[in-house]
C-alpha cells in the first residue's frame, strides 16, 4: 500500500500554482492589448480624417461662390479622386486581408 506524502503533494500543488501565475503575469490584459492596437490605428484615423477633410472643405469654400457650376465641378472632382485613387487601394487592401488572415 502507497502513501501520498503530504509535503511531495503541496509541493507539486504549489508549482502547479506558480506556473499558472507566471502564464497569467506573462499575458497581457485587456487594456494592455487596447491601447497596443488603438496606437497601431491612429495613422489610418489621421489619414482618414484627412481625406474628409480635403472633400469637405473644397465644398464649403467653393460653395460660399455662389455658382453652381462651380460646386458641380467640386463634388465631380470629389467624385473622380474616390472612383480612381481611393477605391481601387480601398478593394485591393480588402484583398490583401483576405490572403493574410
Not at 497596443?36 to 473644397?58: D, G, K, M, R
Amino acid at each position: 500500500m502507497s502513501s501520498i506524502n503530504p509535503v511531495d503533494g503541496e509541493s507539486e500543488l504549489a508549482a502547479a500554482f506558480q506556473d499558472f501565475t507566471k502564464s497569467i503575469k506573462d499575458k497581457p490584459n485587456f487594456w494592455q492589448q487596447f491601447w497596443e492596437t488603438t496606437l497601431l490605428a491612429i495613422p489610418s484615423v489621421i489619414s482618414l480624417l484627412f481625406q474628409f477633410f480635403a472633400e469637405n472643405i473644397n465644398t464649403y469654400f467653393v460653395g460660399h461662390l455662389s455658382d453652381s457650376r462651380l460646386l458641380a465641378g467640386v463634388g465631380f472632382g470629389n467624385m473622380t479622386i474616390n472612383i480612381i485613387c481611393i477605391a481601387p487601394f480601398l478593394g485591393l487592401n480588402g484583398g490583401i486581408e483576405t490572403f493574410v488572415s
